[in-house]
Structures are given as C-alpha cells and as structure tokens.
C-alpha cells in the first residue's frame, strides 16, 4: 500500500510518500481502508520530534482519518465489513490503510461525506470538552477564544453552542480573524498589531469567564490576567513551541483555576462526562448544526507540502488529505 512515511525527524520535507507493507490485522482489531485524512498541528510536531511524546523511527505520521471498514478482526463484533467510519490515533493515518481499536473509531452518519468526518473528530471533541466538561462552560459566560493563533484552527461553531456569545478571538492575521467573525466572533483582536493584554482589557473590563489556549508562548500570561476572579483557565497544547512559565502569583491573587486537557486521558479518567459530551456532539454532527470548514485539499503524494501549509500558518480551517478520491 502506499502511504506517508517518515524516516528521520526533521520539517515537512522529511516525509515521502511510498509502497509500504500494509499493517497485520490483529483479532482485536479492525482494518479501515481511508479515504481522506486531516492534518493536525501536532502532526507537523510529531514529525519534528517536538511534540510531548516521540513516535519512533521509521513511522508513518497522520492522526486523524475517515474511510470504510474492510476487514475485523476474529475477536470484534462491535463493527462490520463495510461501515464508513472515522477515527484518530497517534500516528498511522496518512496512508491507505490503518489498522486500529474499534474504540479509536466512530460511524460516520449516514448524511456526512468522509472528508468531513475526516475533519470532525479532534478540531470539534477538543473544543467542546474543554468548553462544556473541562471549562464548564454555563449560560451567560464571556468567553476568550485565546489564540485563533498562527497555527491553529479559528473559532469553530461548536465554541458558540454553548456560549451565550463567543467572546475575543485572537489571532495573527486578518483573514484569520475574519473567519473567527463569520463563526460567530464579536470581538476581534489581532495580537501582532496591539499589545494583548491592553486589548483584553478594554474589551473585557469585567473579565473572561473561561479561557481556551491551544497555543502557549508568550500570550498565555496575558489571555490568563484577562480572567475575572474565579476563571477558568483551559490548557490545552502548545503549538507556539514554548511551554508557557505561569507566575502563580496570578492563580493565588484572582482566585483562579487552571485545567489541562488532553484527549487520551480525558477519555480515560472522565469517561461518564466524555460519554455525554460524546453524544451530544454527534448529535450536533448528524443533523449538520456542526459541520468542518475545508480549507484546502491536497492528494496523498503531496503530504509533506500539506503538512508545510500547516506548519507555515496558511490554513484557516482544516487541510485534508485524499487517499481515495472514489469513496465516500
């Protein structure tokens, strides 16, 4: 089978694109033939041995996928030849076939083509279990999107279904805030432009009920002050490449909560709040009240110029990778 691969770390350039074995189907598995997959900025940090964990050497990268299942393993009855389904792992989606846990896969509803499901799952489950289960979000709340960013994703509706409004969006760019404002923004900053913390403040002299930040850097310290006593702050990666120095100092004087979150430990240790959280954000998905913005699309031999697009901040919304143009 053909897929990305990567052989030494290093930037987008290090990843070709050849004939590989296809992976060994396990009894507990299953073997999904894609048809499009996503990029993630962690993608681009995996490749470059920069993210919180190494994937070893040779790997193929890619951790969000959609496509239809082929073959289960002797040991699965939860799943059948046939079904169109999406999921995430680790590495090993950007290729023609994975083989992975049922329990990494969800059915794609019958209404949705497989190249948003390919977008849906880590964009919308991030931000809507750092919005309703991790932030706990109420009705009512002023929300600071902290960062649209250089290289992350802008504001997604599903940040607005539980917000009374979505508060600032912060970005680099005014493309990129322009698309924070057509999904649902009503204040706008552009933090290349004026100084962040001067801007919060004028925009949210009461302060910020919940914080998001999928960036780090320099303007986490800034987005966390513009909290008003008894915030939530919601960690939830750094692809600014810095690992943010909070002075707790911050936490004690405005009364303050910090939380992190990570996907695979969330799942884990909140499992009946990520069940609920799962539901209604399928719900959301199926009746397409959510649906990905695709930004651009690019084919599987050019994976290393989809994973620079990412790493170089064009994208305003998800990049996709066709496997198969004929599924789907």
């Given at each position: 089978?053909?897929?990305?691969?990567?052989?030494?770390?290093?930037?987008?350039?290090?990843?070709?694109?050849?004939?590989?074995?296809?992976?060994?189907?396990?009894?507990?598995?299953?073997?999904?033939?894609?048809?499009?997959?996503?990029?993630?900025?962690?993608?681009?940090?995996?490749?470059?041995?920069?993210?919180?964990?190494?994937?070893?050497l040779p790997f193929v990268p890619g951790s969000e996928f959609a496509g239809e299942i082929t073959e289960v393993g002797s040991q699965v009855d939860t799943l059948s030849v046939g079904q169109r389904v999406f999921g995430s792992v680790f590495?090993?989606?950007?290729?023609?076939?994975?083989?992975?846990?049922?329990?990494?896969?969800?059915?794609?509803?019958?209404?949705?083509p497989l190249e948003s499901a390919a977008s849906f799952g880590v964009t919308y489950r991030t931000a809507y279990h750092s919005l309703r289960s991790v932030g706990e979000i109420q009705a009512g709340d002023e929300l600071d999107r902290a960062r649209v960013g250089r290289r992350r994703r802008p504001c997604s509706s599903t940040d607005r279904s539980r917000a009374r409004r979505l508060g600032d969006a912060v970005a680099s760019s005014p493309e990129k805030l322009a698309a924070a404002q057509s999904a649902g923004a009503t204040r706008l900053i552009n933090y290349?432009?004026?100084?962040?913390?001067?801007?919060?403040?004028?925009?949210?002299?009461?302060?910020?009920?919940?914080?998001?930040?999928?960036?780090?850097?320099?303007?986490?310290?800034?987005?966390?002050?513009?909290?008003?006593?008894?915030?939530?702050?919601?960690?939830?990666?750094?692809?600014a490449g810095t690992i943010p120095r909070i002075p707790l100092n911050l936490v004690?004087?405005?009364?303050?909560?910090?939380?992190?979150?990570?996907?695979?430990?969330?799942?884990?240790?909140?499992?009946?709040?990520?069940?609920?959280?799962?539901?209604?954000?399928?719900?959301?998905?199926?009746?397409?009240?959510?649906?990905?913005?695709?930004?651009?699309?690019?084919?599987?031999?050019?994976?290393?110029?989809?994973?620079?697009?990412?790493a170089d901040g064009k994208a305003i919304g998800k990049v996709v990778i066709t496997v198969r143009r004929s599924a789907g």
């Open positions: 089978m053909r897929a990305a691969r990567c052989e030494s770390y290093g930037g987008p350039d290090v990843v070709t694109v050849t004939e590989v074995d296809p992976p060994a189907l396990t009894p507990d598995a299953v073997r999904v033939r894609v048809a499009a997959a996503a990029i993630n900025f962690p993608d681009v940090l995996v490749v470059a041995n920069n993210y919180q964990i190494s994937a070893p590495v090993g989606g950007f290729a023609e076939e994975v083989v992975v846990p049922p329990s990494a896969l969800t059915v794609v509803p019958d209404a949705v290349r432009t004026s100084e962040l913390r001067a801007q919060l403040r004028e925009q949210l002299p009461g302060g910020a009920a919940i914080v998001i930040d999928p960036v780090g850097g320099e303007l986490s310290e800034p987005a966390l002050r513009a909290l008003a006593p008894g915030g939530r702050f919601v960690t939830v990666g750094y692809a004690l004087l405005k009364d303050v909560v910090i939380r992190g979150f990570e996907f695979r430990s969330f799942m884990t240790n909140y499992a009946e709040a990520a069940h609920r959280d799962e539901a209604e954000l399928m719900e959301l998905f199926a009746t397409g009240k959510l649906a990905p913005h695709v930004h651009a699309t690019f084919e599987l031999a050019e994976t290393a110029a989809a994973l620079a697009y990412v």
